[in-house]
């Protein structure tokens, strides 16, 4: 019986759909074939979701010089001002090609594009699409995407573990190992060039804006590959998501189900976008007080951490559950015009008509600012890595993300990355011969490996699901807004109890998607936390009252890796190049992804590959049992 080969070559892989990757392989797809894997529907991440816009300097009064000046003040000058300039200047060419690829935003009377304005920002220079920006770039990358012969899609594929190896003393990545949820497999993408944009970690909290794909998988898996990762304290928690009494958690369930259907699944908070507030709306308690005259001079335009921290202390001095954003003033027209989405979903949830009534809301977690550190053509620490959008840590956001910046850095960086990701895979093909050889010869997943074969036990089920809540709950209330040194200790050892009975149970019971994703979260939990013990002062996003100041001294990026890439999963000790440089075609015919319904045929390698050595036995670990639940020890 025919069975299909578990090793996919393409030329570019890219691990994400979002806005990021997609725009990414449409412009990697002329140079070689390109391989896009996501881990849910190829429309679900966090592009999607995204309401504000995307910013861009556009309009005649406006200048980069501005733009610059309002990234580095948000960020409260940790930014890296080299990738502030290049995404501030770049950015307006990289958003009008989004016009041209048939994105349909928003527009005034003459046709000319409509910009808001957002906190942060001393201009108007927000494109948007309504209150549904990301989603309408979503869809236009999309069908471009779609449309390319040379970009294949892999739905529904959890990518588990990055392949690196070693050339002349330097790892290099050569794909990633990848769980195919349908038919529960595991396989191994072998790539020339492997682009890294899966998104952020929201999950890590129980409240958070992000959908429930965003477990911090890229972050992690890098990480353990021994990439570079960088200010990962720096966990942005959005001002206004909107508050629903415990009550009501059935209709929120039902009208997430309706609109968001993957959206409910993580628990996700839904986000009351920074726009209300940059056109006008004003923040009240309870008592009817418009605080934040109390706190900062540009009220509610402040930057998104100090109006987080305002509503955070307006509740906690006053034990109140939620506070009042308002924008009933403003025309009714106007408001249901430019909030259709926040209309609707105020008033299946709450009943709730934003034209006449306050919407309330409390902060959630929205964005993670750190990620794999990167240079200014999205390179990571390892050679043929590249990564780009959340996932990354480009130098832009510095201790805190100016509104609308997000998408914005996808668009720059995933574009800067094309020529030198070309590059790489000319310089794979000519000197890297063998070890593209042994990645695929490697490819076996027996014993600890191997997927799941009939899933977790509902015994295992519960545990990892109490397991994770545990720890989510824990990074709120101990890693949040405002943090103590103490609290941080606790949660960084509770995390890696997390992270190390995680990586046990994946070797007794194999691999499965909620395992992967609780190694993941603990993984990231226990390098912000870290993070955050590091960094001894209070600065943007990391507020913590045993260092209330800001202190010059830590005005740089706290970077974490592992002590040597020898830990990866290949090292296979074969130093030289082989083969000559020929055209990038490697994987010329490859497919398998799932082309607009068309299944593509598989490749095979033309030279065959040395037997493949089984992997020894891996040790199981003891698991701690002071703070979490003993893994169940039946299958």
């Not at 609109?259 to 009817?288: C, D, H, W, Y």
């Not at 510095?398 to 030198?420: H, I, K, M, Q, T």
């Not at 993984?523 to 209070?538: D, Y």
């Not at 100041?549 to 999963?569: A, G, H, N, W």
Request: aromatic share 6%.
């Amino acid at each position: 019986m025919f069975r299909r080969s578990p090793v996919k070559q393409f030329d570019f892989l890219v691990i994400g759909s979002g806005i990021s990757g997609l725009t990414y392989a449409l412009k990697v797809a002329p140079y070689g074939n390109v391989a896009i894997v996501t881990k849910a529907d190829d429309k679900e991440g966090c592009t999607r979701y995204a309401q504000g816009g995307v910013c861009a300097v556009l309009d005649k009064s406006d200048s980069v010089e501005s733009h610059v000046s309002d990234t580095m003040i948000a960020g409260a000058h940790l930014n890296d001002l080299s990738a502030v300039d290049v995404v501030c200047r770049e950015g307006p060419a990289r958003v009008l090609e989004l016009v041209t690829l048939g994105a349909d935003f928003t527009r005034n009377n003459d046709g000319s594009l409509h910009l808001t304005r957002e906190g942060g920002h001393s201009n108007r220079r927000i494109v948007h699409a309504a209150d549904l920006t990301g989603a309408e770039i979503e869809r236009a990358l999309l069908a471009s995407a779609h449309a390319n012969p040379n970009i294949h899609f892999f739905e529904h594929h959890l990518t588990v573990d990055l392949i690196v190896d070693d050339y002349m003393g330097v790892p290099h990545c050569l794909g990633a190992d990848v769980l195919d949820q349908v038919t529960n497999q595991m396989m191994r993408f072998v790539s020339l060039s492997t682009m890294l944009a899966s998104g952020g970690a929201g999950q890590v909290f129980p409240n958070t804006t992000n959908p429930h794909v965003s477990t911090g998988d890229g972050i992690a898996m890098a990480y353990r590959a021994g990439a570079v990762v960088s200010n990962l304290e720096f966990v942005q928690f959005h001002p206004t998501s909107l508050y629903v009494d415990p009550g009501r958690a059935a209709a929120v369930a039902a009208a997430s189900r309706r609109t968001s259907p993957n959206l409910s699944k993580g628990g996700s908070s839904f986000l009351i976008t920074e726009a209300v507030r940059g056109e006008g709306g004003m923040l009240f308690n309870q008592s009817g007080e418009r605080f934040m005259e109390r706190y900062d001079n540009r009220l509610e335009l402040a930057p998104r951490d100090i109006v987080a921290r305002s509503i955070h202390d307006q509740l906690v001095s006053r034990n109140e559950k939620f506070v009042l954003l308002d924008i009933s003033h403003k025309p009714r027209d106007e408001v249901l015009h430019h909030f259709p989405n926040i209309a609707r979903r105020c008033q299946e949830t709450l009943g709730l008509d934003i034209s006449k009534e306050p919407i309330p809301v409390v902060p959630a977690q929205h964005y993670t600012c750190g990620g794999v550190n990167t240079g200014l053509l999205a390179e990571t620490s390892i050679q043929g890595l590249f990564a780009c959008g959340e996932v990354a840590c480009s130098g832009l956001h510095g201790a805190n993300r100016l509104a609308s910046n997000s998408l914005l850095e996808g668009l720059v960086f995933a574009d800067r990355a094309v020529n030198p990701s070309v590059a790489h895979a000319e310089h794979v093909l000519c000197n890297l011969g063998r070890q593209l050889h042994y990645a695929a010869a490697s490819a076996d997943f027996r014993g600890s490996r191997q997927a799941a074969a009939d899933g977790l036990s509902p015994s295992m089920m519960n545990w990892v699901a109490r397991t994770r809540q545990q720890l989510r709950e824990a990074m709120w209330r101990n890693c949040g807004i405002v943090r103590r040194s103490a609290e941080l200790t606790q949660v960084l050892s509770l995390a890696t109890e997390v992270r190390e009975a995680a990586s046990t149970a994946l070797a007794a019971h194999g691999i499965s998607v909620e395992l992967v994703e609780l190694q993941n979260i603990a993984t990231v939990a226990e390098l912000t936390v870290s993070g955050a013990l590091q960094r001894k002062e209070s600065r943007g996003l990391h507020y913590t009252l045993d260092y209330p100041k800001m202190d010059e001294s830590y005005r740089r990026p706290i970077c974490l890796s592992k002590p040597s890439f020898k830990t990866q999963i290949i090292t296979s000790s074969l130093s030289g190049g082989d083969g000559g440089c020929g055209g990038l075609m490697f994987s010329t015919g490859a497919g398998g992804g799932r082309k607009r319904g068309r299944q593509s045929s598989p490749s095979s390698l033309s030279t065959p590959f040395p037997k493949m050595v089984s992997p020894s036995h891996v040790q199981q670990q003891q698991i701690p049992s002071n703070s979490i639940e003993s893994v169940p020890v039946a299958l």
